[in-house]
């Protein structure tokens, strides 16, 4: 196996126990588990969390249920229980095979009384198969002949960093079977889980179970030789009353099915891989001459792929994906600005369902319009079931547990245009109408209607103007006339008539309905097109810097450098107030509106606002948000190096924990926002109506770039090296006559060269 698709530990250090649960946590779409290791250790954070199953918590309102733990199996040998905190540990190695989605691990271990011992496991949450959960381990005794006892079960005493959420319903044990049927306290959703240990190899091996309250196990006890191994299968079902009235006998069911079947482990791992395979042959991008940048984007595919709903539409994908209990599970602008992109361009059905959660929380986002007396619908800023606002309004402060408000929830109204953003990339790159149609034009219309009462007409400037908003950057709040949430909405009100017109043209008896219903007046119409107009952002017309917000340049400037070298963000060393009254961004807001309308603006702009911005940005500990921005603007400005000091920042998020906190989760926005690093920032793929072009800007020491995307329904290829790059052209002082069809061919030109081109990268892909 190339090893540029194994994210492997070869040491195990306890301090970096929780960041590496982060980082080999596994999942199917439907769920996800958290790296944890099945014989458990004290510190240990392990997670399962079903996508969708919330229940209240207080101050962040719902989140998302730890559910019981499927992953114990304990190992005793001649009486010795196992365990990475005793004994001695002669061989360590852990491996997340990102290519077939399983986790394994090797171990060589010593115990106290001296018995040596060879143990393996591996683990996969079935993609072929999104209830079924499986591990598999080995049990080798290398110096001695003795009893082997496992112990599997199915847990249900977990908890979400203390708040337990669950209560047992019923839980059981008989025919090498036991089950677990639990309730959340609050939103009442059942959840139950049946699991079987199927052990191969050991004499006299005979199975059992107990019945501890709350943790069903099933017993198996063998003797083995010395040399001899042992092979011990424990495969679980999971459902809940979100799918099936009646989860527990779902899950019974299944497993019947299965072992009527004879799928064992072998069969449904093989199951699994070639699903994962499906994936991978469109979303895979191939990176020549850089390893780490190679693992880096793999594994950002593999916890977007593993965290993407398959069958679901009322969930999206939370900002910590399905990985740990921070942010609770509520879904952000994370989805709709940083992941989707991915999705839209190599998994539009994965992106079709993602939209299909805000069109089916649109009466939640009615209901936060209508509580602030604005008509329309305003998206919340944190989501989860419903789609109610879910932002915590006040938490205790980290440190002194003093109140510390977050404004996001009032503030970032943002996320309604980004929602719409959304949507309407969505439909220009797919071309799938009967969406819009249906489903997309609702939202953008509705949403748009928020807008139109939000802004107020400022008399004395003759001007509209959005007052008390927080912008992307969060250092900042009560802002007046922030850039990105003024540009965003003249954006959303233009895009919203330009729906309409489209609709009313090739619609007209669903566009009348949509008119009828959401009262599309001519005069709202017509409103609609003064405020795109007319809503103001300030930019300096001799030297295109937009400010970031009224009177941003009257805010205390700073020079970042003078704080370094520091651990802690900006926003820790100088308060939260005293942030807000300085010139640092937590994240890029004015760049951010530059790269999604791109179109809008020139290059000096560009260049203008950068020079302006990046320096006074909190890179290292601001939000793992911002690096993979930068770095596409930075390859659009022909800053190579610039851009791939910010590229990595973005890879390094989780595998190399960068900011310290990979604890707490996946950065899932951030390995969005690498993809798109990637693609439209080294790979300048630009999409139109008409085509699309790609244009080599590589890392110097990258030898080829090579991607699928999907364009209206067709998949293309890009398959780039720095011979395409005109930069590297240029240096190389040996531009070509008509080159410049290689490096921005629209699509149509491209046909021709392309199979062999698809070929090629085909065959690295399979690679
Ligand atoms: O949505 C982001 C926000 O932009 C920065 N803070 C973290 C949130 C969740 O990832």
Known sequence: MDDNWLITETTFDPQQLHRQETVFTIGNGYLGTRGAFEEGLPEARPATLV????????????????????????????????????????????????RTGVLSREVRWRSPRGHTVDLSWARFASLADPHLLALRCHVT??????????????????????????????????????????????????????????????????????????????????????????????????YTSREDAAPNQAAERHLDRLSAAGQGYAELQAAHQIEWEKYW????????????????????????????????????????????FAYFGHVFWDTEIYMLPFFIYTQPRLAHNLLMYRYHTLPAARRKASAGGYPGAQYAWESADTGDEVTPVWVPHRKDGSPVRI?????AIHITADVAYGAWHYWRTTGDDDWMVDYGAEIVLETARFWESRVKWNACWARYEISRVM????????????????????????????????????????ADQLVARLDLTPARLARWEAISEQLHIFQDPSSGVIEQCENFFALKDIDLGTYEPRQQSMQVLLGIEGANTQQVLKQPDVLLLLYLLSDEY???????NWDYYAPRTDHTFGSSLGPAIHAILACELGMPDAAYTHFRRAAQADLMDVRGNADDGLHAASAGGLWQAIVFGFGGLKVTPVGWSATARLPSHWRRLSFHFYHRGKLETVDLTPEQDPQHRGKAGRPERGDETQDAQMGSKRQSGLADNRRLVQRRMSR
């Open 281 to 324: 042959a469109i979303s895979d991008i191939f990176i020549e001459g850089d390893d780490q940048a190679q693992r880096a984007i793999r594994f950002s595919i593999f916890q977007l792929l593993a965290a993407a709903p398959r069958d679901d539409t009322r969930v999206s994908i939370p900002a910590k994906a399905l990985s740990s």
């Open 471 to 510: 912008g992307p950057d969060e250092y900042h709040h009560t802002e007046n006339n922030n850039a990105y949430t003024n540009g965003m909405a003249r954006w959303h009100l233009k895009t919203a008539r330009e729906t309409l017109g489209w609709l009313q043209n090739t619609r007209p008896t669903l």
């Open 407 to 411: 404004w996001t929830g009032d503030q």
């Open 602 to 608: 020139d290059q000096r702009a560009k260049k203008a």
């Open 141 to 238: 005794p290398l110096d001695f002949d003795g009893e082997i006892e496992l112990r599997a079960a199915l847990d249900g005493h977990v908890d979400n960093r203390g708040y337990v959420h669950w209560d047992t319903i019923a839980q059981g044990g008989a025919d090498n079977r036991i089950w677990l049927h639990s309730r959340t306290r609050a939103s009442r959703i059942d959840l139950a889980e049946v699991a079987t240990l199927i052990v191969q190899a050991g004499e006299a091996t005979n199975i059992s179970s107990t019945d501890c309250s709350g943790c069903p196990t099933l017993v198996a006890r063998g003797r083995l030789r010395q040399g001899q191994t042992m092979v011990a299968d424990k495969l679980v079902t999971l």
């Open 51 to 98: 996508n969708g199953v919330y229940d209240a918590v207080p101050v962040a309102f719902t989140e998302l249920a730890n559910a019981p733990n499927w992953l114990p199996l304990a190992i005793s040998i001649n009486g010795e229980r196992f365990g990475l905190e005793r004994g001695q540990l002669l061989h360590y190695r852990r491996t997340l095979n990102l």
